[in-house]
T-cell receptor, first 113, second 117 residues
């Protein structure tokens, strides 16, 4: 079946540090890949997406590249801010899967001054 | 601001009560979803509606009853819930209909935080 594996959290960084959150997936075919962010007390917001190999999704300084050869979709940001503190979910939607999302377990990010 | 609106934001109910959660979107999306999210966990899919018809029920207990009155509205009727049903209930919508070859991103509301006494 389909699955998504994310690095365990929480991840604690100082402001302006470089962020990487690892995400690898298992799926048949060519899934679409997403990063969602959940701020405290809120729902999930789509952060970025990629629909085919070598696509790079980007938004608000965050980037992730769809790497089919390594089945990965790692999230990166060059300089994090306190306001980036949230839980980040990697997810996939498999081809012919009825648009169902398979989520990773989520990674909590804490950014400190 | 989210484009999917959920009401109420908070709900406390007893195990014998009947209540409903509401979800509304005006993006013209034809697929709508209910999820349940426990603390520190990812959302779990409950139901999917495609063109106002129930297309997926993830073996959800019958004390949860979904309804899609029109293409913009999605309800979740609750009756005789258990304490373990306390969670954040999220609604989402997407432009791609389930079953299509294109996987469109889902847009989520802020959820209803439900507490069962």
């Amino acid at each position: 079946g389909n699955s998504v594996t994310q690095m365990e959290g929480p991840v604690t960084l100082s402001e302006e540090a470089f962020l990487t959150i690892n995400c690898t997936y298992t799926a048949t075919g060519y899934p679409s890949l997403f990063w969602y962010v959940q701020y405290p007390g809120e729902g999930l917001q789509l952060l970025l997406k990629a629909t085919k190999a070598d696509d790079k999704g980007s938004n608000k300084g965050f980037e992730a590249t769809y790497r089919k050869e390594t089945t990965s979709f790692h999230l990166e940001k060059g300089s994090v801010q306190v306001s980036d503190s949230a839980v980040y979910f990697c997810a996939l939607s498999a081809t012919g899967g009825g648009n169902k999302l398979t989520f990773g377990t989520g990674t909590q990010l804490k950014v400190e001054l | 601001d989210t484009e999917v609106t959920q009401t109420p934001k908070h709900l406390v109910m007893g195990m014998t009560n009947k209540k409903s959660l509401k979800c509304e979107q005006h993006m013209g999306h034809r697929a709508m979803y209910w999820y349940k999210q426990k603390a520190k966990k990812p959302p779990e899919l409950m139901f999917v509606y495609s063109y106002e018809k129930l297309s997926i029920n993830e073996s959800v207990p019958s004390r949860f009853s979904p309804e899609c009155p029109n293409s913009s509205l999605l309800n979740l009727h609750l009756h005789a819930l258990q304490p373990e049903d306390s969670a954040l209930y999220l609604c989402a919508s997407s432009s791609g209909a389930p079953g299509s070859t294109t996987n469109q991103p889902q847009h989520f509301g802020d959820g209803t935080r439900l507490s069962i006494l």
